[in-house]
């Protein structure tokens, strides 16, 4: 793509002088530790940096703009080299790779008026402040700008529009860089359409949303911490996100940070390499609300482990309210510390699981209404029948069944239905799968998929496991390493080990013998 328009930056798009004038800005400044001179040290980059931006989009589409450039940042320029910040090492990845670095290398040529070296490296903390600066209309995730003409930005977050807009430009707290709503650091943008009105409630998660509205009229009270969780697609970050808007609403000023488990992690890691581990907890200890998505990923990570626990400490002896969400229940995070285990059990957990059927047959409805156009009750009730795992299958049937028959003039038919879902309707029979035989199991001896993959070894799951493992070696086309991996990380002697066990077993018993074959026949059918 690239490779035809390189010969143009080559030519009449170098403006010398142009190209002259930032290099200067960037690198002429002298150090200073006003705060005159830093914010000037601050503009400069920026002011280059939106020029970069400005002949990358000669170079590459909107969406690849938007997807790799949206929080990247300009450290510093010159002639030993570029240096590019980026929040994490996917997307250093990425634009180290072709077309990205040639692009890169194209525009820094056109911009400086030099061939200058591009260097990307990943900086969590500096990568962040591209949420506050908005170089050359590329609006950054999470920002919105704060008047016509101005180029300063404010925190996305949802400043809902019932809130006096004066009273937020005015709050300010100088316990960290924000304004009224979600924090800078948040990496996180609140999606309109997550509201608690929006959200169908049914048998599977009428408690979790009992206790999630509950948090929003009482946060630091009701319950902390709030801890939910349950299966991807299900509604968890519905639930999270209407929470802080609920928040947002009922008290402006609330100060909500808003972020993944990763984040946190990739912090922490960037405070102990740079020293600033004060800094590092001023951020994370000076908020109302603190949510973490996916916190099982503290799992296997004993140093992080041990400051989220003082973080915690910290915020619920001041009150502050914790809400947390991940794929299982505390006690089955492996590795997580005794002491995170109690501590997360000390407010709510609750569990979102997966839609029954006049469940999924309500959020049909209201997502084809959303679309435009009401799903007939013939065609919702067929969908609801075979699309069963969650929601976010539910509405990606809805949007594809509804634009084909947008797109053909069509009426939407249970025939069109059968037609434009038939990889979902006609599920091949051919080699089972690992969701499959999970799937058989847990109906079989009525339990979750958590608690195989979980670290529990009393018989009522180890033995099931084991069959699980068997099963998965005997019908699918795994390793013994690729097995494991699904068991919660498992080792392969651990999965050779169940094989052998489970063979012996069938040898000896023939009742328990017959119990395989039949299983292995349901899958084989």
């Known amino acids: 793509m690239h490779s035809d328009q390189d010969p143009s930056l080559s030519g009449g798009a170098l403006a010398l002088p142009r190209a002259s004038s930032a290099a200067d800005a960037v690198q002429e400044l002298p150090n200073s530790s006003t705060d005159a001179l830093q914010g000037q040290r601050d503009e400069a980059p920026a002011s280059a940096w939106g020029e970069v931006l400005e002949e990358l989009r000669k170079l590459l589409n909107r969406q ?6 949206r929080t990247a940042l300009l450290r510093s320029a010159g002639p030993e080299g570029v240096v590019v910040v980026v929040q994490n090492s996917f997307t250093s990845n990425w634009l180290r790779s072709a077309p990205y670095i040639t692009a890169l290398e194209a525009a820094v040529r056109s911009v400086f008026g030099a061939p200058w070296p591009v260097q990307i490296v990943v900086d969590p903390e500096l990568a962040l402040r591209a949420r506050c600066v908005a170089p050359s209309g590329i609006a950054p995730a999470g920002a919105v700008t704060s008047g016509a003409g101005s180029a300063s930005a404010r925190p996305a977050a949802p400043v809902p529009s019932s809130a006096p807009t004066a009273g937020r430009a005015a709050t300010r707290d100088s316990r960290a860089p924000t304004e009224a709503g979600l924090l800078w650091s948040s990496d996180v943008t609140l999606n309109p359409h997550y509201r608690f009105d929006g959200f169908v409630v049914g048998p599977c998660n009428r408690f979790a949303y009992a206790a999630a509205v509950g948090v929003s009229e009482s946060p630091g009270r009701s319950y902390n911490p709030l801890f939910l969780h349950g299966s991807v697609g299900l509604g968890k970050t519905h639930l999270l996100q209407s929470l802080c808007y609920s928040l947002l609403e009922r008290s402006p000023e609330t100060r909500i940070l808003y972020l993944s488990c990763e984040t946190f992690i990739n912090h922490f890691i960037s405070a102990l390499e740079n020293g600033d581990l004060q800094k590092f907890r001023n951020k994370y200890r000076n908020v ?33 309210q914790i809400v947390l969400s991940s794929d299982s229940p505390p006690k089955e995070i492996p590795t997580l510390q005794d002491r995170l285990v109690s501590r997360f059990k000390w407010g709510l957990v609750t569990e979102i699981e997966k839609p029954c059927y006049e469940t999924r047959m309500a959020i049909l409805k209201r997502k084809s209404r959303e679309r435009g156009k009401e799903l007939p009750d013939s065609v919702a009730q067929l969908v609801a029948e075979h699309v069963d795992s969650n929601i976010r299958e539910l509405e990606g049937a809805v949007n594809r069944l509804l634009g084909y028959a947008s797109l053909n003039s069509l009426d939407v038919t249970p025939d069109l239905a059968r037609h434009v879902l038939r990889d979902v309707f006609l599920s091949p029979k051919g080699q089972p799968s690992m969701d499959d035989i999970l799937r058989l199991v847990t109906s079989h001896f009525q339990i979750k998929v958590t608690e195989l993959q979980s670290r529990r070894r009393t018989k009522a799951i180890a033995h099931p496991r084991q069959i699980a493992m068997f099963l998965a070696r005997s019908i699918t086309r795994h390793s013994l390493e690729e097995i494991g991996g699904f068991f919660g990380g498992r080792d392969h002697t651990t999965v050779l080990y169940a094989v052998e066990q489970i063979e ?13 074959q039949g299983l292995l026949g349901q899958l084989r059918r």
């Not at 998505?293 to 502050?320: C, G, M, V």
């Not at 077993?505 to 009742?511: G, I, S, V």
């Open 64 to 69: 690849q703009m938007e997807t790799w450039f």
């Open 288 to 320: 109302d609300v603190l949510v973490v998505d996916d916190i099982h990923l503290l799992a296997n990570k004993e140093r992080t482990q041990e400051e989220f626990f003082h973080t915690f400490n910290t915020l619920y002896n001041a009150s502050k």
């Open 504 to 516: 012996k077993q069938t040898k000896a018993d023939n009742r328990f013998r017959a119990l395989i």
